[in-house]
């Protein structure tokens, strides 16, 4: 146990709008007399979907039940086998009781189990009626050891040293095999505020441009930080020497302090240790120059693609592609696309540094002060937060998405409608909410973003998004990525070299066919997991999963014989994307 002292989606859009699988899949809804449950109706603007309340699971003393270690805020319709078991964790209760009492200097009264998709936080209340945070992290979070440490020291630096509101870490430990509780943890201070997924719909406009400006101070504090390498921050007693950065700042920026205490080491992120990656010797960090770590990322997939990789399988089997699956497609494609990374990098150095960002700032992971002015006044769940490319780290908020069809590049703010005193009042009220989403969204980005704005930054950062994902998600988008930086070559090259790749006219026109059936098919996808009411990977509310299931059991085979040889005809082979896909998953022993 340590006590503390105290001191990164791809969008693929064609002009059409009349797309052939979406009306197939109209009439797979009406072929099965499927009403959607009330609880698909969309949110506000600003709000991704949420879930629904976890279920709340109480532990006494010593004793403890098993539903502490099993996910149970949901279920899924496929690959369930595999889900439950990257979320299944079993530890002491009494031994982590007991580290909650020593470091707490009382006893446990209660805990209370919320979880998310890759950790379990134990609300635990104490016998002198204080209230702590217990975090177990699950298998699927990522790393042994790494993940853990490196968001420790995080939350400690930016707490410390950058004047981020943070929960106070008490006690922690990333070392499962001999910490006497079985699990990694983090036991921390509650964080205190309201969460801002609880009143963000009843917020007027004056208290949500309150949290975006308090929030824009924050981070601009983060990025007055700049590290000399790209990699997770640690305490250096948690890396080897040999696989620490030189230095933690980087030369002629301001310095923070504790360089004795911090270096920047392996990135921590999942990605690089998901299914046989956590065993493979990888180029993980820390890394000298933007160029090197696009670089890992496509050797990190060729390597992975060369040894392991199988023809369509998914965890999500809604993620599969048309058509087969061919390894030296990916591993061409993927060396394309190492050609061409000088291009890829902006020449800013502003946008180049190597800053520290929160990821995941959606509603659940802000805290705001529980008075009229509802500032920003905690932030939570740093895992994976690494120091990345300023350009490649910076993106907006979750809270803030809002439909960019009505916002403007540049300086100016969105604007209603010209037609707008003609409508409707119900439809005046919706432009309105409309209107105040793409408010904040542009308030947010001319004060955060369009200082670290680039040119043709779609393109810069496509390909390296589509080039750590190529068997996940096809390797369509990475292709369409190359050819856009073929036809942008005259602009992003720094050189007068000519562009190493090559696209003839006879290819262009099949990548766009590609890229329509690409489009079809996803689109259909879509609308067959609205119509069944379910999340991605298919989850599903634990009291839908009979019903759900059941229906699910008998659809196929009521379809008519018509429409059945109509999706087989313009889908991939195996096209029912209810089906168990992926095996069992083992626990490799994870390289650093």
């Not at 099965?32 to 506000?44: A, K």
Request: proline share 8%; with cysteine; aromatic share 8%.
């Amino acid at each position: 146990m340590k006590v503390l002292r105290s001191p990164a989606s791809i969008r693929i859009v064609r002009a059409t709008t009349a797309l052939k699988p979406t009306n197939v899949s109209r009439k797979l809804a009406t072929a099965v007399s499927i009403t959607p449950p009330s609880y698909l109706s969309l949110p506000p603007p600003g709000l991704p979907h949420p879930l629904p309340d976890p279920p709340v699971v109480t532990s006494l003393g010593t004793e403890y039940n098993e539903n502490l270690f099993r996910y149970t805020s949901g279920r899924w319709l496929y690959n369930e086998s595999q889900q439950m078991a990257q979320r299944y964790i079993k530890f002491d209760v009494a031994a982590l009781h007991r580290v909650i009492a020593t470091v707490c200097a009382s006893p446990v009264v209660s805990m209370e189990k919320k979880e998310g998709l890759f950790n379990k936080t134990l609300m635990v209340t104490l016998a002198n009626g204080k209230k702590v945070a217990a975090r177990i992290k699950n298998p699927i979070a990522g790393p042994d050891h790494l993940m853990t440490s490196s968001e420790v020291a995080t939350m400690d630096f930016v707490r410390h040293n950058l004047a981020i509101p943070v929960p106070k870490i008490l006690a922690w430990s990333s070392h499962a095999a001999n910490n006497g509780v079985g699990a990694e943890y983090i036991i921390m201070e509650s964080a205190p505020g309201v969460q801002l997924s609880t009143v963000w719909r009843t917020m007027d406009s004056r208290q949500k441009k309150n949290v975006v400006n308090s929030l824009v101070a924050l981070e601009q504090n983060m990025l007055n930080a700049k590290f000399a390498q790209y990699g997770s921050l640690y305490y250096k007693d948690d890396i080897p020497e040999s696989k620490r950065a030189p230095r933690l700042y980087a030369h002629g920026s301001r310095r923070f302090g504790s360089e004795e205490k911090f270096c920047i080491g392996p990135i921590a992120h999942r990605n690089f240790y998901e299914d046989e990656r956590a065993t493979m010797d990888l180029d993980r960090g820390p890394w000298s120059s933007p160029e090197d770590y696009l670089r890992s990322l496509a050797l990190r997939e060729e390597a992975w693609i060369s040894r392991f990789a199988k023809p369509n399988i998914h965890d999500d089997p809604f993620r599969n592609v048309s058509g087969p699956q061919l390894k030296e497609e990916h591993l061409q494609c993927l060396e394309q696309y190492r050609s061409i990374i000088p291009a890829l990098v902006p020449t800013a150095r502003k946008v180049l540094a190597s800053n520290l960002w929160h990821s995941d700032l959606n509603p659940g992971n802000i805290f705001v002060s529980d008075d009229d002015e509802r500032r920003v006044v905690s932030i939570i769940d740093w895992q994976g937060c690494w120091a990345g490319p300023a350009y490649l780290q910076m993106t907006s908020p979750s809270f803030l998405a809002c439909d960019g069809a009505g916002l403007l590049s540049g300086l100016d703010f969105p604007k209603l409608p010209p037609e707008y005193d003609i409508m409707s009042q119900d439809t005046k009220a919706i432009m309105r909410e409309d209107h105040k989403a793409q408010m904040l969204h542009k308030l947010y980005e001319i004060k955060q973003l369009y200082p670290y704005r680039i040119s043709d930054r779609e393109a810069r950062t496509m390909p390296v998004r589509a080039a750590g994902r190529t068997w996940k998600d096809g390797i369509l988008p990475l292709r369409l990525a190359l050819l856009d930086i073929f036809s942008r070559w005259a602009e992003l090259s720094r050189s007068d070299e000519p562009c190493p790749l090559r696209f003839t006219r006879e290819e262009v026109q099949e990548l766009k066919r590609q890229r329509d059936r690409y489009v079809d098919w996803h689109d259909f996808l879509d609308d067959v997991r609205t119509t069944f009411g379910m999340r991605l990977y298919g989850w599903v509310s634990p009291h839908e999963y009979p019903s759900k299931r059941a229906l699910l059991e008998g659809t196929r085979s009521r379809l008519p014989v018509a429409l059945t040889s109509q999706l087989e005809e313009i889908l991939p082979q195996d096209w029912w994307p209810f089906r168990d896909t992926v095996p069992l998953p083992s626990a490799p022993e994870v390289r650093v």
